[in-house]
T-cell receptor
Framework: QKEVEQDPGPLSVPEGAIVSLNCTYSNSAFQYFMWYRQYSRKGPELLMYTYSSGNKEDGRFTAQVDKSSKYISLFIRDSQPSDSATYLCAMSYNDYKLSFGAGTTVTVRA | SAVISQKPSRDICQRGTSLTIQCQVDSQVTMMFWYRQQPGQSLTLIATANQGSEATYESGFVIDKFPISRPNLTFSTLTVSNMSPEDSSIYLC???????????FGPGTRLTVL
């Protein structure tokens, strides 16, 4: 069993829809949770970073962490074609070494 | 956030040769890492590049295959030695440091081994 599980998709939604992405993890020692966005042929770009259970909002993005269920989510409101990318969840202990999910490829149709 | 550059951005190499990838950061950082992203897969940590000492490798990665240097707080190199087609991947460096403890990635080096 992988430490971090993420549905690879692909996920295709119409412009303006809400995109919902999820990851589950098995190791309760994970303390820090991140979402990265990766465009084709580019390095991952940090979107959201959180270390506590609950919701964190930044513009159209909301990150949700439920440590009791070992489950994290990313919601993208009012999705745009420019949001089309691969979204990677990542998590770590306190040593900055990241464990990544497989990534979910999202396409937002104009 | 730190600005990270990698050289080369891509390369095509012959089996049995070696390639050295450079990672340069525009400011001093506390930690640098090297990751591999194989085709269709997610990122896997290769090693932590330690300034002034030997790198710390993750399970499944060894120094003879992936020697790493970090001579100062802004620069690191990863060498992929005695390459085989299975080494075809994107290699990325990442850094932690500056005013936050979040991790930022370079643009990656796309390696194809024939």
């Amino acid at each position: 069993q992988k430490e971090v599980e993420q549905d690879p998709g692909p996920l295709s939604v119409p412009e303006g829809a809400i995109v919902s992405l999820n990851c589950t993890y098995s190791n309760s020692a994970f303390q820090y949770f991140m979402w990265y966005r990766q465009y084709s042929r580019k390095g991952p770009e940090l979107l959201m970073y959180t270390y506590s259970s609950g919701n964190k909002e930044d513009g159209r993005f909301t990150a949700q962490v439920d440590k009791s269920s070992k489950y994290i989510s990313l919601f993208i409101r009012d999705s745009q074609p420019s949001d089309s990318a691969t979204y990677l969840c990542a998590m770590s202990y306190n040593d900055y070494k990241l464990s990544f999910g497989a990534g979910t490829t999202v396409t937002v149709r104009a | 956030s730190a600005v990270i550059s990698q050289k080369p951005s891509r390369d095509i190499c012959q089996r049995g040769t070696s390639l050295t990838i450079q990672c340069q950061v525009d400011s001093q950082v506390t930690m640098m890492f090297w990751y591999r992203q194989q085709p269709g897969q997610s990122l896997t940590l290769i090693a932590t590049a330690n300034q002034g000492s030997e790198a710390t490798y993750e399970s499944g990665f060894v120094i003879d295959k992936f020697p790493i240097s970090r001579p100062n707080l802004t620069f690191s190199t990863l060498t992929v030695s005695n390459m085989s087609p299975e080494d075809s991947s994107i290699y990325l460096c990442s850094v932690v440091g500056g005013s936050t403890d979040t991790q930022y990635f370079g643009p990656g080096t796309r390696l194809t081994v024939l």
